[in-house]
Each structure stands twice: as structure tokens, then as C-alpha cells.
């Protein structure tokens, strides 16, 4: 079982960059696709981004698209993303998954997740 713990939200003005860090310990995360899903009060969580095992395969919401960036490094047992050009709609609590299932295509729902942090808060203010 891999325990994960997100860091690195905070407040930040519209247009400016934040980049969230998933720390993973208790097995390594090249065992899983890695996801971001955020939720928004009063809203669903929704996904974000994932990058499968090995990294080679990446997935974002058309609403990220152009601006975040996902990564990892398995040595590293960390994943990341990055936000820029960051708008009052990408407000809300971001979660790191990790799905342990092999896929061909990683998957986005936020059911094939079997592990989650605890979330770090993005605020982006207009």
C-alpha cells in the first residue's frame, strides 16, 4: 500500500505559477499511474492530469491543457505538477491518486483510484 502527501498549494494571483509536489512512501510509485484531481467547493472532484508507470503516457483536462504540466520521477518515489498562467477557476483542494491497475490507456475517473493524499489548498485570486 502506497500512503501519498501533497504539498506546495497556496495563494496565488491570477497568471501567476504554482508547483504542486506528491511525496509517496511504503512502495514505489512505478507499481502505479499517478493522477491530480482537484474539487472545488460545492463541487465534484474532477480530474486533473495522470501520467502512467513508466511516465510515457500523459492525460490532462481540456481545462489545464497548454498550462499545467505533470512529471515524476520513480527514483524519486515524487510527482508533480506544474501550473502556470493560473486562473479564480483552478481554485480549489488538488488530490494526488495513484491507480495500481495496468491499463492501457491511464485512466481519468476519479473510481480507479485506490489511493489518495490528503489534498493541498490552491487559491487563485482575480
Known amino acids: 500500500q502506497v500512503q501519498l502527501v501533497e504539498s506546495g498549494g497556496g495563494l496565488v494571483q491570477a497568471g501567476g505559477s504554482l508547483r504542486l509536489s506528491c511525496a509517496a512512501s511504503?512502495?514505489?510509485?512505478?507499481?502505479?499511474?499517478m493522477g491530480w484531481f482537484r474539487q472545488a467547493p460545492g463541487k465534484e472532484r474532477e480530474f486533473v492530469a495522470v501520467t502512467g508507470r513508466s511516465g510515457g503516457s500523459i492525460l490532462y483536462a481540456g481545462s489545464v491543457k497548454g498550462r499545467f504540466t505533470i512529471s515524476r520521477d520513480n527514483a524519486k518515489n515524487t510527482v508533480w505538477l506544474q501550473m502556470n498562467s493560473l486562473k479564480p477557476e483552478d481554485t480549489a483542494v488538488y488530490y494526488c491518486?495513484?491507480?495500481?491497475?495496468?491499463?492501457?490507456?491511464?485512466?481519468?475517473?476519479?473510481?480507479?483510484?485506490?489511493?489518495w493524499g490528503q489534498g493541498t489548498q490552491v487559491t487563485v485570486s482575480s
Open positions: 491518486a495513484a491507480d495500481p491497475r495496468p491499463r492501457v490507456v491511464p485512466a481519468t475517473s476519479r473510481t480507479s483510484y485506490d489511493y
Open positions: 511504503g512502495r514505489t510509485i512505478g507499481s502505479y499511474a
